[in-house]
């Protein structure tokens, strides 16, 4: 492989007696997105600002383009990290300037280009990254994501060649997240640079990530592609699966798709070839409609609550959900076989009857106020083994689903 | 060298208490404190000595007019009302004092003098301080906390330069300025008080302070005013600065922590430099 763009050699960082970072080695690579992931607080920011020089290491080396930046003289080390710009976890504008002069401050005070030239560019950025609105607003009038987006045209308003992201989304609802994951990925390949990002988001962001490192209990334990990182077997790996159980999404109560899949197959590549396993898709018929008589707030909601009391009922067994489609959740009960589902299915459907659906209909009912409304919910099983590809499944559980519930209010009143 | 986010790490290991027999405790920390008070001593004037490096330069023009008119300008007001009554207060208490020996007519000598060597530059001082010190503290403290400075770093763009030069510079201008303000006003008070109020004739309130003021009173007191400069901008951008390195405190109680040591360090630092520059001056 080619020299490392930067190098860490046992690197030692230590805080009084606190050891943050012991004897770190590894290797960040040109024109990639490499993705150093970890636990909160398990030294990914020290790291970073090893390598912007805001902090140095107290034993190791660090190496620019195969040199050690300590014997490096000072007009080099001045142009080597005049090649790299930092998005701070917190955005760090400066709230006392308006977004247009926090953009333009890295040109006014390290260039001598012209007010015209200036401001030529910073419009560009600003054009580029959707802030035209905000042009003369402060940082402290500004949305979350906003923010975000000003950070990252100052930070890209030098035409920087290595970009580091502390924590791009922290913070961030999925929707802003996968914009800003986005907007990086996209930036990236527009204007070529090195991104080097430091993230707890797994597993948001592998999608963009062509290289990852792990930072676990003080030390890099893993570098290599988001593919490798799903087969290596490590206790980092269980802390990413007990992370992942604490990220439920908020608006159903289940996984988001990737976490899902993410979970999916770390759980199945646990289970020994031919294993089997099951699956079972809920469908909810007529939800548009639905939506549309009792309003977007409360289906959801309702959606919500199914959502929660799926994941009670089968989270106990070891199985874990997400939301597919719009009216679609999927079940994965990575240690139960068809009889053993069957069986929990039953029970489910019987409790199903008593707690969910008399409760969800009287609410139903009385938003709907008098008009008809009518929703069934479907349920199919589907058995499959760790070498068969999900979706086959999902189609023969889907192809297997029959009745399990049915909401209904007639018009003026209740229907049972 | 650069003064750097953990630039004094080195020092803290060699200030960490190791354990000593009971009778030596007292010596011990005498020592810490003394070693610890000439370290931050050492580290102010580096700080110093870089912020005054870069006080010149085509960039640094506006930033220093815009730190004159949030240092100097804005602290007029509140000048002129301190500095009134002072004066009047001096010119009363003065009259009173002088005509039970019947020098009354010297009062105008007295309020000018104690005005111009004395109360001027250190209540000057200590009212910029109130003002703008604990505002300059304060703005450095949450820039550091925030990251901003952090960011400044990573823009190649030396905070020192960018945020303490100006302040620094401009209090060096503004200080002599205000301090000029306040003896005026002092003295017009003293006029007020004295003259308009207790029937003391003007002329003779002018005549005084004409005989008995020279050139060396203004001067001493200017150059007062520049020692109390230096030593309140540095103070309080300095306390701003390493509000994160505080070991009392973290994130916005450090600032507030940061606040107060500034102000009253600034304060206690005037009245002792007062004396030392009296001192050497007489």
């Known amino acids: 492989m080619d020299t490392p763009l930067i190098e860490f050699k046992n690197v030692t960082k230590r805080f009084g007696t606190k050891t943050v970072l012991d004897r770190i080695n590894l290797q960040i690579y040109e024109g990639q997105i490499t993705t150093i992931i970890g636990l909160s607080g398990s030294g990914k920011s020290v790291m970073l600002k090893h390598i912007i020089g805001l902090i140095q290491p107290d034993e190791g080396a660090i190496f620019f383009r195969g040199k050690p930046i300590a014997e490096m003289k000072k007009s080099e080390i001045a142009a080597s990290f005049a090649q790299i710009s930092f998005m701070f976890q917190g955005n760090a504008l400066f709230d006392s300037l308006t977004v247009y002069d926090n953009i333009a401050m890295p040109l006014r005070e390290t260039t001598n280009l012209k007010k015209a030239e200036i401001d030529r560019r910073v419009m560009a950025r600003i054009e580029q990254t959707e802030l035209t609105e905000a042009i003369n607003k402060y940082p402290s009038e500004l949305s979350g994501g906003m923010q975000k987006r000003a950070a990252l045209a100052r930070a890209l308003i030098t035409d920087p060649q290595i970009v580091l992201f502390d924590e791009p989304t922290t913070g961030q609802d999925p929707v802003r997240k996968n914009a800003i994951l986005s907007m990086i990925a996209q930036y990236q390949k527009k204007f070529n640079f090195t991104a080097i990002l430091v993230s707890h988001e797994i597993p948001d962001v592998y999608f963009i990530s062509n290289r990852i490192l792990a930072l676990y209990d003080r030390r890099i334990v893993f570098q290599g592609t988001p593919e490798e990182l799903e087969n290596f077997d490590h206790p980092f790996m269980d802390e990413v699966i007990s992370s992942l159980e604490a990220l439920q999404k908020e608006l159903t109560g289940l996984y988001s798709k990737r976490q899902f899949e993410m979970l999916n197959h770390l759980q199945l590549k646990r289970r020994k070839t031919g294993e089997a396993y099951c699956l079972v898709v809920f469908s909810l018929n007529e939800l548009n409609a639905v939506i549309t008589k009792i309003g977007h707030d409360a289906a959801q909601e309702a959606l919500r609550n199914m959502g929660l009391y799926i994941d009670k009922h089968f989270g106990d067994i070891g199985g874990f959900s997400t939301r597919r489609n719009t009216n679609e959740i999927i079940t994965m009960l990575p240690y139960s076989n068809l009889s053993e589902t069957q069986s929990i299915m039953n029970n489910f459907i019987q409790d199903f009857h008593k707690q969910i659906i008399p409760a969800s209909q009287e609410k139903a009912c009385k938003l709907a106020s008098g008009e008809s409304v009518e929703m069934t919910i479907r349920a199919g099983i589907a058995e499959g083994q760790s070498t068969t590809d999900i979706d086959s499944v999902i189609a023969l559980a889907k192809s297997q689903q029959k009745e399990i519930g049915r909401l209904s209010c007639a018009t003026g009143g209740v229907h049972t | ?282």
């Open chain 2, 1 to 282: 060298m650069a003064i750097t986010a953990d630039s004094q790490n080195g020092s803290e290991s060699f200030f960490q208490r190791r354990p000593v027999a009971s009778i030596f405790r007292p010596f011990a920390f005498v020592g810490r404190t003394v070693i610890s008070w000439v370290d931050s001593m050492g580290a102010t004037a580096i700080f110093l000595y870089m912020a005054l490096l870069s006080t010149v330069g085509r960039k640094q023009f506006s930033k220093t007019v815009q730190q004159i008119y949030y240092i100097g300008a804005r602290s007029i007001t509140i000048i002129i009302l301190v500095s009134v009554f002072t004066g009047m207060v001096l010119g009363l208490q003065s009259y009173h004092s002088l005509l039970k020996f019947g020098a009354s007519g010297a009062v105008g000598s007295l309020v000018s003098l104690s005005l111009i060597m004395e109360l001027g530059p250190v209540l000057t001082a200590i009212m910029i301080t109130a003002r703008a010190g604990s505002a300059i503290t304060a703005e450095i403290g949450i820039q550091r906390i925030s990251e901003q400075i952090d960011a400044l770093h990573t823009m190649r763009i030396n905070p020192i330069r960018y945020l303490i030069s100006p302040k620094i510079a401009a209090a060096i201008i503004s200080f002599p300025l205000l301090t000029a303000v306040f003896d005026l006003i002092g003295i017009m008070g003293g006029y007020i008080s004295t003259v308009v109020l207790l029937g003391l004739n003007g002329g003779v309130y002018l005549h005084s302070i004409q005989t008995y003021v020279v050139m060396s009173d203004i001067t001493n007191g200017f150059v007062k005013s520049l020692v109390f400069a230096v030593i309140v901008a540095t103070v309080c951008c300095y306390q701003g600065y390493f509000a994160h390195m505080r070991k009392d405190s973290h994130g916005a109680q450090a600032v507030g922590l940061a606040t107060t040591s500034a102000v009253v360090l600034s304060c206690v630092l005037i009245l002792v430099s007062d004396y030392v520059v009296t001192s050497l001056l007489s």
